[in-house]
Nanobody, 121 residues
Framework: QVQLVESGGGLVQEGDSLRLSCAASGRTFSSYAGGWFRQTPGKEREFVASINWSGAKTYYADSKKGRFTISRDNAKNTVYLQMNSLKPEDTAVYYC??????????????WGQGTQVMVSS
């Protein structure tokens, strides 16, 4: 089992930056790929970015390229999502996931509880 805990969400203004963190515990997290998704009420969970076990390969949803950066520190068992130039449409609950690498939530085995990001205009 892998337990994931997200942090770093909050209320920011348009144009601001935030860095989300996902701290993992349990089985060796460094052997797992990880990803970030987001969800707003009434909509399906949306892929944001993913990263392979070593951090050498990263993948992004087309709309997130250039503003969002996923990274990881296996020594700290943590995956990060740096979000720059935030827009009101980035408002969502952001979820960390592990065990998959693709854009479908069904590919991932483990999920965190989510952290709320709100961007005001």
């Amino acid at each position: 089992q892998v337990q994931l805990v997200e942090s770093g969400g909050g209320l920011v203004q348009e144009g601001d930056s935030l860095r989300l963190s996902c701290a993992a515990s349990g089985r060796t997290f460094s052997s797992y790929a990880g990803g970030w998704f987001r969800q707003t009420p009434g909509k399906e969970r949306e892929f944001v970015a993913s990263i392979n076990w070593s951090g050498a390969k990263t993948y992004y949803a087309d709309s997130k390229k250039g503003r969002f950066t996923i990274s990881r520190d296996n020594a700290k068992n943590t995956v990060y999502l740096q979000m720059n130039s935030l827009k009101p449409e980035d408002t969502a609950v952001y979820y960390c996931a592990a065990g998959g690498l693709g854009s479908s939530p069904s590919e991932y085995e483990y999920w965190g509880q989510g952290t709320q990001v709100m961007v005001s205009s």
